[in-house]
């Protein structure tokens, strides 16, 4: 079967066309620019990158544009779109209706609606993509898969925030964690390699990109991580501050001048390693930076280092234990120095880290030594495959 998968930003499409069978993508590529003018980038397996500057008013131009490169004849990866035989939807917060992903139909878009209010910059643009979708692609059975879902299995101890609970009995107010199909993907294919029941596994996934999250995977459930009720929670990140005391904001608003639109603009775009380090949210400028001595891009990354490992470690304690830690996502993958920097602050956990294999970039590899009591490992991240094979589990 072949699965369109979707994923819509306000402004942006990305896209991939994946054989179930073979599991290999087709063609792939992004719409940019939605909106303000139009850019589509078409890739098929094998051939050259394309880009098309073309009018996209709206997202149903990009879709019609995405769809017409698919079946383009010297370029398409399809004969006609009767091949596409499901389109698999990104949806970024399903509050606590989701649990799992769900076949999409008017009750559904209207549920994801109703959750709106919690991913304001997010959700609106998802349903309109799903909306040209099922428009331009009527018949096509189509699948709302939810980055908020895999946490749902969370305890109530976990997810509560210490403020009146009639926050949450009024509007719903706590915790629900993001990259949650990245952190699924990964734990699940890290029993498979070490060969355990997943069921009976305590994982932590560090998804380290530049939105960052790490959650605690018991025995195939998300048991913690550490966004919260939006993706401003946890981690340092590239641009976002992740924790941080309320207070330290209110008096900051007060000294600038500032209102709630203007601190969370701070906390969102102004903060992580980028604000930090006056540098870069990059992690490439600041490792360059650091070499070259400049001393606040040393403090940021020392700082988003040392608050991975603190979050390992409270997740070692909410699951009294931990059997495998994974890093995954853009600088889980590629950056040695930060694993190594994660790592180093582990060896009461019995970890030692092969410092040969933890070389690799953007590959599956164990970089924990063979004695390790726990497993460290690299497992790159694939949340369009795994968007994909919701969509055929539930399509069939
Ligand atoms: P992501 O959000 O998962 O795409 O991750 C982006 C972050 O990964 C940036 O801070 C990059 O600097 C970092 N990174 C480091 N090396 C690489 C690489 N070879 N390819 C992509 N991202 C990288």
Known sequence: MNVLVINCGSSSLKYQVINSESEQVLAKGLCERIGIDGRLVYQPAGGEKEITDAPMPTHKEAVQMV????VNERTGALK????????????VHGGEKFTASTLIDDDVIAAVKECNDLAPLHNPANIIGIDACRQLMPGVPMVGVFDTAFHQ??????YMYGIPYEYYDKYKVRKYGFHGT?????????????????????????HLGNGASICAVENGKSVDTSMGLSPLEGLIMGTRSGDIDPSAMEFIASKEGLDMAGIMNILNKKSGVEGVSGVSSDFRDLEAAAKEGNERAILAIDMFAYRVAKYVGSYV???????????????????????????????YLGITLDEEANTARGEEKLIS????????????????????????????
């Open 67 to 70: 769809l017409d490169a698919l």
């Open 80 to 91: 006609s779109l009767d091949e596409i035989e499901a389109v698999g939807h990104r949806i």
């Open 153 to 158: 299995t969370m305890p109530k101890e976990a």
């Open 182 to 206: 990245s952190h699924s993907f990964v734990s699940k294919r890290a029993a498979e390699i070490v060969g355990r029941d997943y069921s009976q596994l305590k994982t932590i996934v560090c």
């Open 317 to 347: 304690a909410a699951m009294n234990g931990v059997d495998v830690i994974c890093f995954t996502a853009g600088i889980g993958e590629n950056t040695g120095f930060i694993r190594e920097k994660v790592c180093s602050r582990l060896g």
């Open 369 to 396: 030594t063979p004695d390790s009591k726990v497993k460290v490992y690299i497992i790159p991240t694939n949340e369009e495959l795994a968007i994909a094979r919701e969509t055929v589990s539930l399509v069939k």
